[in-house]
């Protein structure tokens, strides 16, 4: 029972990673950078539940802003970036180097790391939620990918459209939170 609660739970975390996977995949990226972008947020999904599990009622009293309303922002900054690539006359690409793939990884792997908080009353089993939560928000990332490239090459632009929607929807939630 308690690994199928983590894989219920590591399926919850992925899917927010999936939407903005969805979104970005409709820009068309290469095949390496999927690949890379998907281990990135693999690994913050393996490190943030650890970090959560022995540090995380220090960090948020440290941080003192729900992370809610730091993943509405980081949203938020996302949709207008996508937005400002739909009105533009010339087709841009939402450029995903390294350090915008470290932190969109970064943002949708920080509920992972309230999760962690919860993760050590669990027992010995704990360890196998991080890795748990690295495979299928490795594998939901890519799927994501693969599905907004291939909607972008059917739909075209109003996949981006859906994508932006998708993408503000998120950050809306996340104020509601």
């Not at 998907?38 to 999904?45: E, F, N, P, T, Y």
């Not at 970036?81 to 920080?110: G, P, Q, T, W």
């Not at 690295?134 to 291939?150: M, R």
Request: aromatic share 12%; with cysteine; glycine share 8%.
């Amino acid at each position: 029972m308690n690994i199928l609660f983590l894989i219920l739970i590591g399926f919850s975390l992925s899917m927010d990673t999936f939407s903005l996977a969805i979104n970005i995949g409709t820009y068309n990226h290469s095949k390496k950078d999927n690949i890379t972008y998907s281990l990135i947020v693999g690994l913050c999904h393996l490190i943030l539940p650890i970090i959560g599990a022995y540090l995380g009622s220090y960090l948020i009293n440290i941080i003192a802003i729900k992370i809610s309303t730091l993943l509405f922002f980081v949203f938020l900054f996302i949709g207008i970036e996508m937005f400002l690539s739909l009105i533009s006359k010339e087709e841009k690409n939402l450029e995903l180097n390294s350090l915008n793939k470290i932190i969109y990884a970064f943002s949708v792997s920080l509920d992972s790391l309230t999760v962690g908080l919860i993760l050590k009353s669990m027992g010995s089993i704990w360890i196998l939620g991080p890795i748990i939560f690295a495979l299928e928000a490795t594998f939901f990332t890519y799927l994501g990918l693969t599905v907004g490239k291939l909607s972008y090459q059917k739909m075209g632009v109003k996949a981006r459209i859906a994508g932006l929607v998708i993408i503000l929807f998120l950050a809306a939630l996340q104020l509601i939170k």
